[in-house]
């Protein structure tokens, strides 16, 4: 098999997480996270007991930011793990 890009993979697994962070942070600007967190909580049998804050924009950018560099960094570590497993 062909080897995985590490800076391809960290790039696209930052990017996912980097836009589902980004469309969580556009829920709670919008006054919409609320009922979709309690969504969540009842579908995995919890009660919910989350209260969402009110929007700031530089904590949904260090959210969006972190959430990235994160990916990033699952997407090196996997990238060189499944190399390492599959080489070729």
Avoid: C, Y
Wanted: glycine fraction near 12%.
């Amino acid at each position: 098999m062909r080897a995985i890009s590490t800076v391809k993979a960290g790039f696209a697994l930052g990017f996912v997480l980097g836009l589902f962070h980004l469309g969580w942070a556009l829920l709670v600007s919008a006054g919409a996270a609320q009922p979709v967190i309690d969504f969540i909580l009842r579908l995995h049998f919890i009660e919910p007991f989350i209260h969402v804050q009110a929007f700031d924009l530089g904590t949904a950018g260090l959210l969006v930011a972190v959430t990235s560099a994160i990916g990033f960094l699952s997407g090196v570590v996997l990238a060189l793990v499944w190399n390492r497993l599959h080489p070729g």
